[in-house]
């Protein structure tokens, strides 16, 4: 089983940047496809981004393309979301989760552990 903390959040102004980190513990952190959600209040949780365990594919959301990168460094067991060009709309609890040699799915049934989250609030 794997623990997940997320760090980096904060508030920022629109076209700022945050770089988000996820910390993994007690698991095989590279066996893990790591992806990022996220959740605005009054609304569901949604994808961000996903790069699978072997770091070859990444997958993100249409809002957030060629905005974020997603990252990994299996040596420091840690998943980092770069955020550019943010914008009010991007303002959300983000969420780190993994899924056991996943598929990188958007879908959050997928990922079977999660961080307790992050806040990120940009400000027009």
């Known amino acids: 089983q794997v623990q997940l903390a997320e760090s980096g959040g904060g508030l920022v102004q629109a076209g700022d940047s945050l770089r988000l980190s996820c910390l993994a513990s007690?698991?095989?952190?590279?066996?893990?496809?790591m992806g990022w959600f996220r959740q605005a209040p009054g609304k569901e949780r949604e994808f961000v981004a996903a790069?699978?365990?072997?770091?070859?594919?990444?997958n993100y959301a249409d809002s957030v393309k060629g905005r974020f990168t997603v990252s990994r460094d299996n040596a420091k067991n840690t998943v980092t979301l770069q955020m550019n060009s943010l914008r009010p709309e991007d303002t959300a609890v983000y969420y780190c989760?993994?899924?056991?040699?996943?598929?990188?799915?958007?879908?959050?049934?997928?990922?079977?552990?999660w961080g307790q989250g992050t806040q990120v609030t940009v400000s027009s």
């Open positions: 989760a993994a899924d056991q040699l996943g598929p990188g799915s958007r879908r959050s049934a997928y990922y079977d552990f």
């Open positions: 790069i699978t365990w072997r770091g070859a594919q990444t």
């Open positions: 007690g698991g095989s952190f590279s066996s893990y496809t």
